[in-house]
């Protein structure tokens, strides 16, 4: 059974930086195609950035493209995302997904 889970969430001031880890299980991470996503209170699902299974190939959403990158160790079965000059509308839920697998999320608040 697959299993994804986020961490490295936290409270950061604007301008700040996070890098947030995702380690999967239960399948052939190696094979498989990674991203991002993100949720705000009250809004939809927002993506954020894919990252091929091996590494070569990104994509960002226009508003974190220069910001944040995407990243992934397929030695240790994991995937990361540094963000940097955080924005407070960066405040979200942000999971790491698989097809329609995501885990349970880890929160990001960015607030002065």
């Known amino acids: 059974q697959e299993q994804l889970t986020e961490s490295g969430g936290g409270l950061v001031q604007p301008g700040g930086s996070l890098r947030l880890s995702c380690a999967a299980s239960?399948?052939?991470?190696?094979?498989?195609?990674m991203s991002w996503v993100r949720q705000a209170p009250g809004k939809a699902l927002e993506y954020v950035s894919t990252?091929?299974?091996?590494?070569?190939?990104?994509y960002y959403a226009p508003s974190v493209k220069g910001r944040f990158t995407i990243s992934r160790d397929n030695a240790k079965n994991t995937l990361y995302l540094q963000m940097n000059a955080l924005k407070t509308e960066d405040t979200a839920m942000y999971y790491c997904?698989?097809?329609?697998?995501r885990g349970q999320g880890t929160q990001v608040t960015v607030s002065s």
């Open positions: 997904q698989m097809q329609n697998d």
């Open positions: 239960g399948f052939t991470f190696r094979r498989k195609s």
């Open positions: 990252i091929s299974s091996d590494g070569v190939t990104t």
